[in-house]
Every structure is written in C-alpha cells, then in structure tokens.
C-alpha cells in the first residue's frame, strides 16, 4: 500500500466510509429481497405441506438443502484463514481484506443454520437438541461448534471494527446525511470504545486469542460437518479422507469467495487504491494452492476407490465417471478447480478481472461438487430400490428446493451487503496505522 | 429339559394365538405374557374344545383351560423404551419359501397405516452375479443390536430396547434423517406429508411400540410388532405369510415360530446354515437368513405379483 503514502488520513477515511446505495446497489438489494422472499414462500409451503413439496424420498433423503448447509459451512470457513490464519503469520497485505472475509464469514455461518433448520421435517421440534441432545451423535457436535464458530466469527467482525466505529460515530457529529439512521446504531454498538491504550491492548489481545481459538474451531466444523457423511457405511460417504478433503475444498471455496468479493467491492465502492492488483496477484496465487491441495485431495478420493472397484463402490462411481452425474462430475473438477489453477497461474490471469472470473469458476464448480457429494452416493443404496414408485429412484430438486436455496443464497449476499453498508468494508483504523507505519 | 419344553408349549401356544384362537395360558395378574401359568392350579370342567395345535393336528383341550385373552393396557412410551423383560427377539427369514406375494407387506401396510406407495417390508429380487441364482430377499428392520441409526440419532428418538428392538419416539423425532443416510439396509420410510390415515386413528396419541398414527415429519419403520409380542402373538408378516416364511421368536428361550412350525433357533440356523445381511459392517442385526436352497417355488413365480403390480 505505499501508494496510500501521499494521501492524507482525511482523504482515506472519506474513501472507505459506508457509502449510499447508488441505483445499481438499489436494483441488486432488491433483487436479492425478492430471490429471498420466492425462497420464504416456498418454505411456508413447505411447512403446511411437509418435505413433500421437495423431490427428496426414502432413498435420495438428503438433496440439495444438505449440499448448500454444506457450502455454506465450506465458505465460512475463510474468515478463519484470511483473519486468522494470515493475521497469525504477519501477512501484512491481507489487511483490506480481513473485514470481507469476516463478513462472508458470519453471513454464511448464519444461513447454514438456516438452511439446516429449513432442512428438518419437524423444524418446530428444534428444542429437542438441547432437551434430548445425546453427545454421540455427529449432529450434536455440529450444533456445538457451529454455534461456537457463529460467536467467535461475531465478535471477530466485532473487536476490530470497534476503533472504526468510533471513527464513524465522530463523522455523524458532522452533519453528514449518510449517517443519520445509523448514528444510533453505531453508538448503540461502540460508544464506550473511547480508543485508550488500555482499550487498544485489551482489544488486540481478545482478537488474538480469538485468531488463535477460531482455526480449530474452523477444522472443528467442517470436519465434523464431512462427519455427517463419512460416519455412515455408504460408498462415497464411507471414506476417512472425508475431513481432510472437505477442509480443503473449504478453503478453496472460500479463497474464490474473497477473489469474488473483492472485485465487485473494489468496483462498487471505487477502492482501487485500497484493493490494489497486488492484493488479486497475491490472493490468485493463495488460490492457485488451495485450488491444488483440494485436487490433490479429490485424487484421492476417487482414484483409490476406482482402482479397487468394490462392488458396492462400482455403481456409485461409473455413475459419477461416466454415467447420469458425469458432466456434472467433470464440470465441477474441470470449472471448480483446474481451469481456475490454469488461469491464475499465470501472471496475466492474476489481474482483476481474471481473478474475478476465475474466482466465480471455483464458488460456482464448488456448489455442484457438494451436490455431488451428497446425492448421488443416496442413489446407490447397498440394497435394491425396490417396491418404491418411480419417483423415489430419481433426484432432481422440485422448484421450491430451488426458491430456498437460491433464496438462501440471495440471502447471505444480502447480509453480506447490508453489513457493507453499515461498515467500512476495509477497515479504516487499521489502513491508518499501516499508512503511518510505512510512513514512519 | 422340561423347563425348555414348557416354554416352547408356550410358543406354540402365542403361535396359535395369532391364528386367531382367543385363548390365554392365564396370565392375567402377570405383567409378562410369555410367562406360563403353571403354578397355578385349574380344575378340568370335563369339556373339551378342538384346537388346531401348530403341528397342523387337531387337539382337544379341556375348556377350563381356556382364558380370555385380557385387555392389556397400552405402555406408557417410557415403559416402551425399556422393552419386555428377560426377552431377545429374532425373526429368521427363510428364502426358500419366499415367492413375491408380498402378503407380508400388506398385512405390515395395513396394521401400520404405512402411506401409500412407501413399505416397511420390502421384497427384493436379489441377483450377485449373472451366473448365480436369482431369488426374493424380504428386508425388514434388522433390529441391529450395533445400530448406526441409533448411533446418529441426535436425540434419543430411535433408540434400542433391552429386549433387541428397535423403535422410534415419533413424538421425539426432529426429521433430520440422518438415520435413513446411516442405515445400510435402507429400511427407513419418512413420512413426507401428512399421513393418510382415518382422522380417528391420527388423533390416537403415539404409540411407540405400534409405531401408530405415524406424523408428517418423522421417520418410521420396521418395529417387529411389540406391541403384539406383548400380547403373545407374533408380528403382523409372520403371520400374514401364506407360506410361512417369517419365523419369530425369542433367543433367550431358543424357539421360532411361523405360527404354524415352531423351532430350536440354534438348531435351524445350524441345519440350514443361517446368516445375517452384511455382516461385514458389523451391525450385528437381529435378522436371520436362510439361504434359498431346495425352494419351495422358482424365482420366476414370484415375478407375477410384480406384473401385476405394473398393469
């Protein structure tokens, strides 16, 4: 950032406060609203219907709400990795980027748990996880630490927007009409933050210790969220790669998120200065890594079994090689994972816009993938699939799995925009300190 | 010697039972039904009934013998999830005898109010390979005694009672189905919409060990009939089976029973050498077969129910 040197601290806070929406932002939040409210419909339908309304059965019981919680898990996983784990090594240049990521983060946190209620037959029974909750099941152990990830993600958006907060609070004093509802808020959240010494070393060691707790947590949740699948005896699922590899497909999805973020940030909010090519050459390259370690983990994964070719394994892979999920199969490795590699490996592919593009490439390839880890092994029951009707042999997701989880989707885009509307999306005390730092 | 033989006259006794005969073997101040009434002491009237006994014989029984079977109060769910004392139930099924009628099917569908189109038995035509015999595999719940959907369930709704049964708490139940994604036999049926059962019946409160009425939103299956284990009799396919393929029974006391042959369990897995499905996976499930050798009908005659089924 030392082209930030010759700007003064009034010019960069004026640059990265929350801005209005212009007409563009108006037309998206809409939108997002109305994809959300399709998705609200279908959910009340569901409820007075019953699951019925999907085109789950017997057999395919898990369908798309399972791969989106999935996802969702997946891509929250980022805050933990550009926060924490960057935060941890002193990986200075990833500072624009930690509010992102955090407020990816908890958006996709809270739509898992959505997503995951939406997905019960008797959601209203939901209590009965703290009433009857017994500790041996995978179930319980996600509702544990993903409640644990949800708070540590919070108060890791929380603690470092305090300094900023403070900034926006003395900004409303000046008449700016940009502030007039959220003064309120703002004070409601931060006013006891009067930026001592004392506050600053209280704050950097909670985020500290929060940075240190958060990357088990992180494993934690998504391990035990594979754990769901790979604790049963089913091909596909049965497999004690599953952590390890859904950890790094997590990590991928998540780096593709930010590669995604930063872009339509950058773009929406005029922040080429803040968000500078470096940040897409070095994040491309972050992606690059992951993009390989999750091949390298899918290698394993199919290649073992395949060579073996267990009878109860065979079905269930010819379908995925080259059977009914074939394309989708080679979509979601050749779009999700070696096309982004093959772009980003070059040092013309790692600018703006082929960042984006790539980084599109691996959200999109990774949300089919979760669908293909979850539904076809269904299809392939040790059992025939007898004495049902047709419909219970074939999965394809009715219109209202659609409208939820695009619905969901929409959703945690929305929070994702209300939350940079409300905060600087790059955080401004920190930009400050480093612009003195580098300065000095 | 005679204690075994006293508590196999008992069976043969519950076998008749569900033949339909209202005849107790005086236990009504006893809570176990399978307990036998001989220290009671009951004085011959001289009047003699004709029975059909098991064996397919006719017997006269003196009438003074005979006890109305009583009403047995329902058991509270709490009482359920504990189970009936001193018992291990088995069920061993005998592939030779199975021909697709699907009898037992019906008969399950009918007393569980299974929704339409979904089965808590299943008939399936089992092939390995192309070069060895087709043949029909009816699967109920195998009453695992290592259960995986037990195992998953993330609140004690299905859970595993003293006496090997497997049931499932529909008031309990969130329907998060990880039970059907962690049974291998796949023998879990969820109740997608509402049930379509009487109005009458679906106001009753639950009944774990019937497994009725079941709900909108919760997992059933397979409970091997408690309920009427309870009473003496023996489950709703056993008894329905025409060619009594189903044999029920307890492995404490050794014995199964179709309703019309009863057997030392031991003896018929040991002579006909009966195996349990997917043993590999170490479920250690509750169901025995045995293998389809000197059948009583070729495979194709079973491939009737299913054309007809078709049209």
């Known amino acids: ?98 509010r992102i990521a955090e407020i990816i983060a908890v958006a996709a946190i809270i739509f898992a748990s959505i997503i995951i209620i939406v997905d019960m037959g008797s959601p209203e029974r939901f209590y009965n996880l703290f009433i009857h909750g017994r500790v041996q099941s995978p179930i319980i152990w996600d509702v544990i630490v993903i409640t644990t990830y949800f708070f540590i993600s919070i108060l890791l958006l929380y603690f470092p927007l305090l300094p900023d907060i403070k900034i926006l609070l003395r900004y409303k004093e000046t008449n700016d009409n940009r502030f007039k509802y959220l003064a309120k808020f703002y004070s409601f959240l931060g006013s006891f933050w009067k930026g001592t010494p004392e506050q600053f070393k209280l704050s950097e060691r909670a985020i500290n210790i929060l940075c240190i707790t958060i990357i088990p947590v992180a494993f934690t949740i998504h391990t035990v969220t594979s754990w769901l699948f790979a604790t049963t005896y089913r091909p596909g699922w049965d497999s004690t790669n599953f952590g390890a590899y859904f950890i790094s497909g997590a990590f991928l999805v998540g780096g593709g998120g930010v590669l995604v973020a930063m872009y339509v940030f950058r773009k929406a909010y005029h922040l080429e200065k803040y968000i500078t090519e470096e940040h897409f050459e070095k994040m491309g390259k972050m992606v690059v890594l992951l993009a390989l370690l999750y091949l390298y983990f899918n290698i394993n994964e199919y290649l073992v079994p395949a060579f073996k070719m267990k009878k109860s394994e065979e079905a269930h892979l010819t379908g995925l090689f080259t059977g009914e999920f074939a394309p989708l199969f080679w979509f979601a490795i050749l779009v999700g994972m070696i096309l982004p590699i093959i772009i980003l490996l070059f040092k013309r592919g790692r600018k703006p816009l082929p960042v984006f593009v790539a980084g599109i490439m691996v959200v999109i390839g990774a949300w089919f993938k979760r669908y293909l880890i979850v539904t076809p092994t269904l299809l392939h029951p040790f059992l025939p699939m007898t004495n049902v009707p047709d419909s219970y042999r074939h999965y394809f997701p009715s219109w209202e799995e659609w409208a939820i989880a695009l619905g969901s989707l929409a959703g945690a885009l929305l929070v994702i925009t209300i ?22 | 010697m005679k204690q075994e033989n006293n508590s196999r006259r008992e069976f ?117 390979d192309e070069h060895t015999a087709p043949f029909w595999q009816p699967t109920t719940c195998m009453h695992c005694d290592e259960p995986p959907c037990v195992k998953v369930c993330p609140v004690d709704a299905t859970f595993k009672r003293q006496d090997g049964i497997v049931l499932i708490d529909s008031d309990r139940c969130i329907g998060c189905r990880f039970c059907m994604a962690a049974c291998p036999y796949s023998t879990r049926a969820f109740n997608w919409s509402a049930p379509d059962i009487p109005a009458d019946i679906a106001a009753q409160p639950y009944s774990c060990e019937s497994s009725v009425p079941q ?12 309920d009427m284990a309870r009473r003496g009799e023996l489950p709703h396919c056993v008894s329905a089976c025409p060619n009594g393929t189903f044999f029920f029974g307890d492995l404490n006391q050794d014995t199964v029973s179709n309703g019309a042959e009863t ?36 495979f194709e005659s079973g491939l009737e129910t299913d054309t007809k089924e078709k049209k």
């Open chain 1, 419 to 440: 939350l940079s509307r409300i905060f600087p999306i790059i955080p401004i005390h920190e930009t400050l300190t480093e612009q003195h730092e580098t300065a000095d």
């Open chain 2, 12 to 128: 043969l006794l519950t076998g008749l039972m569900a033949a339909g005969v209202a005849v107790g073997v005086g236990c009504s101040s006893k809570k176990n039904v399978f307990e036998s009434g001989a220290d009671e002491t009951v004085i011959a009237s001289g009047k003699k009934v004709k029975l059909l006994s098991v064996d397919g014989e006719i017997i006269e029984v003196d009438e003074a013998f005979l006890k109305p079977v009583p009403e047995l109060p329902a058991v509270s769910n709490s009482e359920a999830r504990i189970g009936i004392g001193g018992k291990k139930f088995v069920m061993v099924i005998d592939l030779s005898r199975c021909k697709n009628l699907r009898k037992c099917q019906e008969a399950c569908n009918h007393m569980h109010h299974v929704n339409t189109g979904q089965n808590w038995i299943k008939v399936d035509p089992m092939r390995e």
């Open chain 2, 263 to 298: 057997f030392r369990f031991s003896d018929l897995i040991k002579d006909k050498s009966g195996y349990r499905l997917m043993e590999d996976l170490g479920t250690k499930p509750s169901v025995y077969y045995l293998p389809p050798v000197n059948r009583n009908f070729p």
């Open chain 1, 1 to 98: 950032m030392e082209n930030l040197n010759s700007i003064s601290d009034e010019k960069i806070i004026q640059d990265l406060l929350p801005q209005k929406f212009n007409r563009s932002g108006r037309i998206w939040t809409g939108v997002l609203i109305a994809i959300c409210l399709v998705g609200v419909y279908a959910y009340y339908r569901q409820l007075r219907y019953g699951l019925v309304v999907t085109s789950m059965r017997d057999y395919v019981s898990w369908g798309i709400y399972i791969s989106n919680f999935v996802f969702f898990v997946a891509i929250s996983l980022v805050g933990s990795l550009i926060t924490a784990v960057f935060r941890l090594s002193r990986v200075e240049w990833s500072t624009p980027l930690t």
């Open chain 2, 215 to 226: 709900k909108k939103g919760t997992v059933g299956k397979c409970d091997f009939c408690p």
